[in-house]
């Protein structure tokens, strides 16, 4: 039986773990209380569940054509700054991220000498000489924008404790198959057997909480509950699922659109998670999910996929949502 954990997992191997997914400095409360008064840490935010939903998904389209080349049409994109001002601009898919960065600047009257504006993308940081297709930046995608003095470090992220909710940690680290059929969802229900599973606090997040399912450890599905995947957040294989996965032997593509691929089975998502060091140990790390089953939802088959897995493609992102941290050692 998989160990219910009463005591708070290490921070800083979770603050290590977050940094990892979001390609981005997170320090724990306490590194911030001691190192604040630094110059790199004199403009800092606060990592909310709110701003991991908006940022750890490898969001993908399916075609190559929405990602490499293209029309160069034009899209509306949303820019936040740290202090929440939201700015609205229109240009081009195909545009470098300097003719962002000059109409952000030109829209709001920025002088170059106002620091280097620093651009991230769904956690990571969208550079200088690339296409904004490159990074799947399309219509009404969501920007944010920080100001850093040129070489300085990106803005650090602090872990809200209140992101973690260790009521529901379960640690499968030592736990092998217990040979039965578990469900969410009405889909099985692949445990993650050899990871330490981290719960994050989503109890009261959404309108309900029926998604969840049942409290406790169980066999069956609860009724409107959703089903369990995992998505690994490494972004070059991440790609790789979306834009280079197919049917070798009929050359068929993927053509589902823009929107969130993940996996019913950690052993598939493995292959795509995030390696990082915490104490020099090495870790990998992947994103536990409820997935809403709908008309939006299309499965793809192990036999279509060229590493035999099965996946998942949500194309409303909003109905893939992140409830859990599984992470074990290399």
């Known amino acids: 039986m998989a160990a219910r954990k009463e005591e708070r997992t290490n921070e800083g191997l979770l603050a290590a773990a977050f940094s990892a997914m979001l390609q981005r400095p997170v320090i724990t409360q306490q590194e911030y209380e001691e190192r604040r008064h630094e110059p790199e840490f004199s403009t800092v935010e606060e990592l909310t569940y709110e701003r991991l939903s908006e940022t750890v998904y490898t969001s993908a389209a399916g075609s190559f054509g929405d990602i490499l080349g293209g029309s160069g049409k034009k899209i509306n994109v949303r820019l936040t700054s740290i202090r929440g001002k939201v700015t609205y601009l229109n240009l081009g898919r195909n545009s470098y991220v300097e003719e962002l960065q000059a109409l952000f600047e030109e829209k709001e009257k920025l ?63 030592c736990v092998t198959d217990d040979g039965k059929q578990y469900e969410r969802g009405g889909k099985i229900y ?129 109905y893939t949502r992140p409830y859990g941290l599984c992470f074990k050692k290399c």
């Open 111 to 173: 002088s170059s000498l106002y620091g280097h504006l620093v651009f991230i993308y769904r956690g990571r940081e969208i550079e200088k000489g690339h296409r904004l297709s490159e990074y799947q930046v399309c219509d009404y995608s969501h920007i944010y924008v920080f100001a850093r003095l040129q070489g300085s470090a990106l803005v650090p992220m602090i872990l809200n404790t209140e992101l973690l909710d260790p009521r529901f940690d379960c640690d499968f680290s």
């Open 190 to 318: 692949q445990r993650p057997y050899g990871w330490n599973r981290i719960a994050l606090k989503v109890i009261g997040k959404y309108d309900d909480d029926d998604w969840l399912g049942n409290k406790g450890m169980r066999q069956g599905s609860s009724e409107k509950e959703w089903p369990v995947s995992y998505h690994g957040t490494r972004e070059n294989d991440g790609k790789s699922i979306a834009e280079e996965g197919y049917d070798i032997s009929k050359g068929k593509r993927f053509k589902y659109g823009k929107g969130i691929y993940s996996t019913p089975s950690i052993a598939v998502a493995e292959r795509y998670a995030k390696p990082f060091q915490h104490q020099q140990e090495q870790y990998k790390v992947v994103l536990q999910n409820r997935i809403k089953e709908d008309e939006n939802l299309n499965i793809i088959p192990a036999k279509k996929c060229r590493d035999c897995g099965e996946y998942w493609f949500q194309s409303n992102e909003t």
